[in-house]
């Protein structure tokens, strides 16, 4: 099974893409926050996607640059899709659209919060809901209430990260009601290091999801990604 709306990101070597390609992992990311430990530059992302089956979507992690700086990135780096973590508008958004590449928010609100943050940005955009705790933007690998992202179902498709663990997918996926969900440390031996097998188990866990294959999230088509 394809696991169209499955995201591991923070890919650092080639062997994990190509494992992660094997497995059906629908979106691979790459960070280009040079203070992460998962920075890679735009020329080490190509090489790590490039070759891969094209129904994988490549998506690139960014922290408030400028609209024309990620435009540059992204297009060295054969990028699909960018997502924003920092505090870029719907104007920056807009900007990144026209240039070819959908779009993917980072959002850390919850609630009618969310409702409220998420309706500045239009439909087209997707919308990811994590935690917003810890030192780095990202989840951080800190488990949240994932239910308190529901509201924002009801209204539009959305993803979420941040904790999100092989043992917790299912749970975290049907409280918050996603349609996509972004793994990183929950697959880790270190940051940066992805351990094969938890890989593999999240995988095995995703394709228990009924979502899992519906639509495709992280490609930007969100009207077929379920309800």
């Given at each position: 099974?394809?696991?169209?709306?499955?995201?591991?990101?923070?890919?650092?070597?080639?062997?994990?893409?190509?494992?992660?390609?094997?497995?059906?992992?629908?979106?691979?990311g790459?960070?280009?926050?040079?203070?992460?430990?998962?920075?890679?530059?735009?020329q080490?992302?190509?090489?790590?996607?490039?070759?891969?089956?094209?129904?994988?979507?490549?998506?690139?992690?960014?922290?408030?640059?400028?609209?024309?700086?990620?435009?540059?990135?992204?297009r060295?780096a054969?990028?699909?899709?960018?997502?924003?973590?920092?505090?870029?508008?719907?104007?920056?958004?807009?900007?990144?659209?026209?240039?070819?590449?959908?779009?993917?928010?980072?959002?850390?609100?919850?609630?009618e919060?969310?409702?409220?943050?998420?309706?500045?940005?239009?439909?087209?955009?997707?919308?990811?809901?994590?935690?917003?705790r810890?030192?780095?933007?990202?989840?951080?690998?800190?488990?949240?209430?994932?239910?308190?992202?529901?509201?924002?179902?009801?209204?539009?498709?959305l993803?979420?990260?941040?904790?999100?663990?092989p043992?917790?997918?299912?749970?975290?996926?049907?409280?918050?009601?996603?349609a996509?969900?972004?793994?990183?440390?929950?697959?880790?031996?270190?940051?940066?290091?992805?351990?094969?097998?938890?890989?593999?188990q999240?995988?095995?866990?995703?394709?228990?999801?009924?979502?899992?294959?519906?639509?495709?999230?992280?490609?930007?088509?969100?009207e077929?990604?379920?309800a």
């Open positions: 099974m394809f696991l169209a709306n499955l995201k591991v990101c923070g890919i650092t070597t080639r062997e994990t893409a190509l494992f992660c390609a094997r497995e059906g992992i629908g979106a691979l790459a960070v280009f926050f040079k203070p992460s430990p998962r920075y890679v530059s735009p080490q992302a190509r090489a790590l996607f490039e070759g891969l089956p094209p129904r994988i979507v490549r998506v690139g992690v960014f922290v408030d640059l400028k609209a024309d700086e990620v435009i540059a990135i992204a060295i054969a990028l699909d899709t960018v997502q924003l973590h920092g505090h870029e508008s719907p104007a920056d958004a807009a900007a990144l659209r026209l240039a070819g590449f959908h779009v993917v928010k980072v959002l850390k609100s919850t609630g919060k969310l409702v409220a943050d998420a309706s500045q940005f239009p439909s087209e955009v997707g919308i990811l809901v994590e935690s917003g810890g030192t780095l933007p990202g989840g951080n690998g800190a488990a949240w209430d994932w239910s308190a992202a529901r509201p924002l179902s009801t209204r539009r498709p993803g979420i990260a941040g904790g999100l663990t043992l917790n997918l299912i749970e975290a996926a049907q409280a918050a009601h996603a996509a969900w972004d793994v990183s440390s929950g697959v880790e031996t270190a940051p940066g290091v992805k351990d094969h097998e938890a890989v593999a999240l995988a095995q866990a995703a394709r228990a999801l009924s979502g899992a294959a519906t639509g495709a999230f992280w490609k930007g088509d969100y077929s990604c379920p």
